[in-house]
Structures are given as C-alpha cells and as structure tokens.
C-alpha cells in the first residue's frame, strides 16, 4: 500500500528552523515527483515546493524562496524540507504528496495522487 507520512513539524519561535520529513512507503520514490503543501487555518491549501525524482528540477513558491530548501534521499526514500526563518505567516499544516510522474513542470495540485495525513508547524513566541 502506498503511503507517505510526515514528520518534524512543532512549535517553533520567529526565525527559528524545522526540517519536515516525507517518507514513503509501498512504492520507490525515485521515479517520482514530490511536492509540499500547505494549509494555514482558513486560507486554501497552497504549493510551496517540488522536487523531480533525480532531484534535479526544484520549485519553489515565491512566499519561501531563499527560506526554504526542499532536497531528497531516494536510499532512504524521503524527501525533506528544511525551513529558516520561519515567520508566524508560515504556520499550517503541511502535507507532502506524491506526483505519479518524473517532473514537477505542468503539473498542478490537483494532479498529486497521494497525499500524507500532514503535519502541524506553528510560529509563534
């Protein structure tokens, strides 16, 4: 059975750092895909990173860039995204997802198959 689950979220204060884990399972995660979502208390959920299966096309959604780093460790099956200088902005739940294609290029949320169950960060002094 294919599945991701997510891990590393917390509380955390402003300009602090998390790293957020995905790990799979049921199926290989190098010929896919991985994005990052994310869903702050009622706002819609929002893209904010993929990665391609090699890890060579990465995304990034203007609101992270040069904060967040997306990566991944096809041994170990799991994909990251390390997270500095969080602001109270950046609090949601997060969730990974699986793309059941190569690239991230032309593909929307709607297109990610599978779906971990998220994880909660949360900024805040």
């Known amino acids: 059975q294919l599945q991701l689950v997510e891990s590393g979220g917390g509380l955390v204060q402003p300009g602090g750092s998390l790293r957020l884990s995905c790990a799979a399972s049921g199926f290989i995660l190098d010929y896919y895909a991985i994005g990052w979502f994310r869903q702050a208390p009622g706002k819609e959920r929002e893209g904010v990173s993929c990665?391609?299966?090699?890890?060579?096309?990465?995304y990034y959604a203007d609101s992270v860039k040069g904060r967040f780093t997306i990566s991944r460790d096809n041994a170990k099956n799991t994909v990251y995204l390390q997270m500095n200088s969080l602001n109270p902005e950046d609090t949601a739940v997060y969730y990974c997802a699986a793309l059941m294609h190569y690239y991230c290029a032309g593909y929307t949320e709607v297109d990610f198959d599978h779906w971990g169950q998220g994880t909660q960060v949360t900024v805040s002094l």
């Open positions: 990665i391609s299966g090699s890890g060579g096309d990465i």
